[in-house]
């Protein structure tokens, strides 16, 4: 038994430090990219002055926006991505719905129309900032849906309930937000509400790094720990069950833990969609269902390929930074569409 | 008094009683499964021999009336320790995800697994060993969505012997299988060493069963032995047929003969 | 600008030197304005503002009385004018409703921004406004040469030209019959102008650039800075200098590390009394350029060549020059430097 323990902890940690070689050489390209040149060794030499006073001298504006622009960007993209793929995985599994993402609950139509209420309305007297706004939202919408499928009628689907509960509250909530935005908002308002509401990054420095990482990481901590309670819903709930997971206790668990991480990212940067739907399906053809596998890779995954949106958002058209959700709906519906095609051929 | 009473049932029920929205399902069965039997669970559509199932595996819970494993409530286990000793096959199991046979049987050890207890060799070594017994150990690695209805099922059964159960809980498992892959799984099941309860469908398989429970309307109204219980008049009341056994002259065994009202 | 110079000047051009210019307007007058006829068969009685330029118009051709309604405000309205604009009711501090213009019955309405009363106006239509007999009519700096259906703000097709005010002027005098003052006004604006641009000019080098902040959806997003061939940019060019934004569109925002980059002399920031945005407060501005780590390394923050102007004075309107006045002294206080 020790050994398996500690063949298990092995193996993790190694895994842990390819994984962080990788995602350390993504986040140092996703600085070297961006709107102005400044070369990899600038970063480079960025990185060494803050990490070791290493005291290379450097233009203060240049090193300025490697450390506090670029950096905190690169990271929030990245724990965003991981989060946002890792609690897709986890919804699919646990709604056994291959359709459902981490929005599913409401969450991010919730923080749409806190964003909204807070900018428009001047909910919150000052003190609420926009993403206190949304991450309110969030869980208003969350809790919400969460009545709705405890009340309604008909034990025939668990998750048939969750997800019209989920769809139901995204559809008030959307309601919401459109009738204040007609009602009362100026188009500039109008404007930069949309482009939130789309996925932005712009206005990410280290205190929003601060929120995501550990969230997305205590996140993914806790989804790996139940990775073979996952599994085991391969089957249905009930199988679940027999195979003696405690459903209920797991599926709240489960679901609060990913609705916080999803509203928690949905504040700083708003809805960025298609990640947390298509990168586990496609991890899952590369990779294989089982989670001890698809949750780290998905994570990581989606980290690799948000930062990669991310510099794409701001270097595709010269002059102009594009809603990021606008570059991830471009990448992803095409990959879905490939999924669905490439599904049907392995029947 | 005989000596099987004294013994500790290894799985029972008492005074247990479902209902759904006010339609009762089930009402005052009382049931013992003793060690080492394979008792079978008859009775036409509807008579609640699914509930009866889902409600012993503690997949349900009875509005009256508890169920007992080994002794201790139902209710006072937790779900991995229940799925220690407790082992289930559906009906039919389906699933969307691309798992291979060998996933769907390791997760059979899932109650055996914990964050001290991960995946070791003897986890490897019992799952080849219940892939061996359902006689699939050659296909572990196809996928799950290629295989026919019957090898399906024998993968169900594996994965429920991965779990190493004393008692293992079949919901017709021959349901909709080719009359082939029915008799090898029923012959399977028969050779397994574990208590088992199995609900079917078909009588005359329910003959080879060391005792039948007959269900009708949700309430028990026989448990005994197979002839004991499948008297012509039983078959008259609960069936609606008329029916009288028949000996084989091929190998003496009893075999039923069932004709319409 | 200082209310005597102007008192004088309107003084001046009623004596009998400007007796040229001041003909009166021969009903019934037919303008071409953006795309549209308007007919007056006489005077408009009364009229509305929407856009503080427009408004301010009003006031400097001594038409206070004539202003039966205001509205869409950016700064606090010009000291000289505001004991006549306290008599004004005004209608909004922005969008009016179009009942609320319409119920003041105006004879005229004077649209500073085709957003407002356009094909996608927010208040209204040209249409729906002239259904109801009412003329509309849009400063030809928000239309002439600009695409207003494209960019959040419009872009400029062609570079914003002063004519296009004097136009406002003179079109708007001609319509409310005041046509001495609108030329007393204009010559008096073209005259002022001559000069803040003479002055730069004796030194016409392309080495001052500068950017016009005029507010950001959130203090740490993009902001939105002016671009080329509008308003702001004609400001700087008149000066010589040169603006850092390389854009088209009217007002696109653009990310800080370009523009930190580009490290421009001069940074301006817009002061207005609307709180839309927190980053409407010039003084948020201000903190956000000092305390973040890059913004606060551009030399114009380092040494503190950020100017302050008026939103006001960044419009086509009579507040134009003074918004070039202030950005020539910011210039030549660092020309006197060097």
């Known amino acids: 038994m020790h050994h398996a323990v500690a063949r298990l902890a092995l193996r993790s940690l190694a895994h842990a430090l390819w994984v962080g070689a990788l995602l350390s050489v993504a986040l140092i390209a996703a600085a070297s990219i961006g709107e102005t040149r400044l070369g990899l060794s600038m970063v480079l030499q960025v990185l060494a002055n803050h990490l070791w006073a290493a005291g290379y001298p450097l233009d203060p504006i240049d090193a300025g926006i490697i450390w506090n622009y670029r950096l905190p960007r690169a990271l929030v993209a990245g724990a965003c991505g991981a989060g946002l793929a890792s609690a897709g995985a986890v919804l699919q599994a646990l709604l056994r719905n291959p359709l459902a993402d981490p929005y599913l609950l409401g969450i991010s139509a919730g923080a749409s129309t806190g964003a909204v209420l807070v900018t428009l309305l001047g909910v919150g007297a000052g003190m609420l900032s926009l993403s206190g706004g949304a991450f309110l939202g969030a869980l208003a919408a969350f809790a919400l849906v969460t009545l709705l499928a405890r009340s309604a009628r008909g034990s025939s689907s668990n998750n048939g309930q969750i997800i019209l509960a989920g769809i139901a509250g995204s559809q008030l909530f959307n309601a919401l937000t459109s009738f204040l935005i007609t009602a009362s908002a100026s188009a500039e308002q109008a404007r930069g509400l949309m482009f939130w509401l789309l996925g932005n990054l712009s206005g990410v420095r280290w205190p929003a790094v601060g929120l995501a990482l550990p969230v997305v990481l205590a996140g993914l901590l806790v989804c790996l720990w139940h990775r073979r309670a996952l599994d085991a819903f391969t089957f249905g709930s009930d199988a679940a069950a027999a195979l003696g997971i405690p459903v209920r206790r797991v599926r709240l668990l489960l679901v609060a833990c990913t609705a916080l991480m999803t509203a928690v990212l949905v504040s700083i940067v708003g809805a960025i969609g298609f990640v947390g739907l298509v990168i586990p399906h496609a991890v899952r053809l590369l990779g294989g269902p089982r989670h001890t596998r698809l949750l780290p890779l998905s994570a990581l995954c989606g980290a690799l390929f948000l930062m990669a949106a991310d510099v794409l958002s701001r270097t595709l058209l010269k002059g102009q930074v594009l809603p990021i959700g606008v570059i991830t709906a471009l990448i992803g519906a095409p990959v879905f569409a490939l999924i669905l095609v490439r599904g049907r051929h392995a029947r | 008094m005989n000596a099987f009473d004294q013994q500790t049932a290894a799985l029972e029920c008492a005074g247990l009683a479902y209902q759904v929205k006010g339609t009762p399902l089930l009402a005052e069965v009382t049931l013992q499964v003793r060690p080492g039997e394979t008792l079978g669970l008859v009775g036409p559509n509807g008579s609640g021999k699914s509930t009866l199932l889902r409600l012993l595996a503690g997949l349900l819970r009875p509005q009256r009336g508890e169920v007992r494993l080994g002794g201790q409530p139902l209710a006072q286990l937790r779900r991995r320790e229940i799925a220690q000793r407790l082992a289930v096959v559906e009906q039919q199991a389906s699933t969307d995800d691309a798992i291979s046979v060998r996933d769907a049987v390791e997760l059979g050890r899932t109650p055996w697994l914990s964050a001290l207890k991960p995946w070791s060799a003897s986890d490897a070594a019992i799952v080849e060993q219940a892939l061996q017994a359902v006689g699939l150990a050659h296909l572990s690695q196809r996928p799950w969505h290629s295989l026919s209805g019957g090898e399906r099922q024998r993968v169900q059964i594996a994965r429920a012997l991965a779990q190493q159960p004393q008692i293992l809980l079949l919901d017709e498992p021959t349901n909709h299988l080719d009359i082939q892959q029915q008799l090898s799984i029923l012959a399977l099941v028969q050779a397994l060493p574990v208590t088992t309860l199995i609900a079917l469908h078909d009588l005359n398989q329910a003959l080879a069963c060391d005792r039948l429970a007959l269900l009708e309307r949700g309430r028990l109204v026989a448990l005994g032995k197979p002839l004991e219980v499948l008297t012509p008049q039983r078959l008259h009341d609960t069936f609606g047929v008329h029916g009288h056994f028949i000996d084989d002259p091929l190998d003496g065994s009893r075999y039923l003969r069932l004709r319409s009202c | ?338």
């Open chain 3, 1 to 338: 600008m200082p209310p005597s110079r102007l008192a004088l000047a309107l003084l001046a051009s009623l004596g009998p030197g400007s007796a040229a210019l001041a003909a009166p307007t021969h009903y019934p007058l037919t303008v071409e304005n953006c795309g549209v006829r308007l007919t007056f068969a006489q005077a408009p009685a009364q009229a509305v503002t929407i856009g503080q330029a427009g408004t301010e118009m009003f006031y400097a051709l001594g038409l206070g009385e004539r202003l039966a309604g205001t509205s869409l405000w950016f700064n606090e309205v010009a000291p000289q004018f505001k004991a006549q604009n306290d008599k004004v009711e005004r209608l909004a501090d922005n969008e009016p409703s179009f009942e609320a213009v319409i119920g003041k019955r105006p004879g005229l309405v004077a649209v500073q921004f085709e957003w407002m009363v356009g094909p996608q106006g927010v208040v209204g239509t040209r249409e729906q406004f002239a259904e109801l007999g009412v003329p509309t009519y849009l400063l030809p700096s928000d239309c002439e040469g600009k695409d207003n259906l494209n960019g959040a703000d419009g872009t400029r097709l062609d570079t914003f030209r002063i004519d296009s005010l004097y136009k406002s002027i003179e079109q708007l005098a001609q319509i409310m019959d005041v046509q001495e003052r609108g030329a007393a006004l204009v010559s008096q604006l073209q005259a002022r102008l001559a000069q803040v641009t003479a002055t730069a000019g004796e030194r016409r080098a392309q080495d001052q650039s500068a950017l016009f902040w005029f507010s950001s959806a959130d203090l740490d997003t993009d902001p939105y800075v002016a671009g080329r061939k509008g308003i702001p940019d004609f400001m700087l060019n008149s000066l010589g200098m040169r603006n850092v934004v390389e854009s088209d569109e009217e007002w696109p925002s653009v990310g800080w590390e370009t523009l930190a980059k580009a490290n421009p002399t001069f940074i301006v920031i817009a002061r207005m009394d609307r709180r839309r945005f927190p980053a409407d407060d010039y003084r948020k501005k201000l903190e956000f350029l000092r305390n973040d780590p890059v913004t606060r390394n551009m030399d114009a923050v380092k040494h503190d060549r950020i100017v302050i102007i008026d939103a006001d004075a960044m419009h086509a309107g009579v507040r134009l020059v003074d918004g070039i006045e202030v950005l020539a002294a910011a210039s030549q206080k660092l020309r006197k430097a060097d």
